[in-house]
Structures are given as C-alpha cells and as structure tokens.
C-alpha cells in the first residue's frame, strides 16, 4: 500500500490544483487535514467547505481511503463562524461515507 499524506500549507483552493499530479501514484491512504488558511483569509464557511469537499472527491477519486483530521481556530474569528469552522469536518465526514473522522492530532 502506497501511503501519500496531504497536509495543506497553502490556501485550500491553491492545493486542489497542486495535488492532481500526485493522484497519478494512486495512494492507498490519503491524510486531510486542511482549511487553516481558508480561516486566515476570511473565506466563508461555505467556500471551505467546497474547497475540503472537491478535495475529498479527487481523494476518492483515486482510490485511496480518506482519513480526515479536523482542527480548531482561534476564537478571535467570533463565537458563529468559530463553531461553524469547527463543525464543518465532523459533518463533512457524516455526509461522506467510508470517510474516518479524526478531531485532530
């Protein structure tokens, strides 16, 4: 089994186009763990979103088995969309099935 982790250090947006040359490899696992510069730039909870979704899709779309990390930001981002950032993985991996859901590490 190949294992190819994916931990984002750019923008979300800039990831899903910098990572479709890897799927090439067809890794077995994919680790996800993204989103803390879409909150460091201002992006809606729904661009996040959209931006963590195509990345599980082009996952999946490989064959690899998705394991998604969540995490948590500051609470200086208000109260709403702090909570909102923090729910959007949990639910992310409850819509998606045969995703694993890890709060963070």
């Not at 996800?32 to 809606?44: F, P, V, Y």
């Not at 998604?68 to 099935?97: A, C, H, W």
Request: aromatic content about 10%; proline content about 7%.
């Amino acid at each position: 089994m190949y294992l190819t982790p994916v931990l984002a250090v750019k923008p979300a947006q800039e990831i899903l186009l910098a990572c479709r040359s890897c799927w090439i490899k067809k890794p077995g696992i994919v680790l996800l763990k993204l989103g803390a510069n879409d909150a460091l730039r201002g992006l809606s909870i729904q661009e996040s979103e959209n931006n963590l979704r195509q990345m599980i899709q082009m996952s999946k779309k490989s064959g690899a088995k998705v394991l998604l990390f969540g995490m948590q930001i500051p609470p200086n981002y208000g109260q709403e969309y702090t909570q909102q950032f923090r729910d959007m993985y949990p639910k992310k991996s409850r819509v998606k099935s045969k995703l694993s859901f890890y709060p963070s590490f």
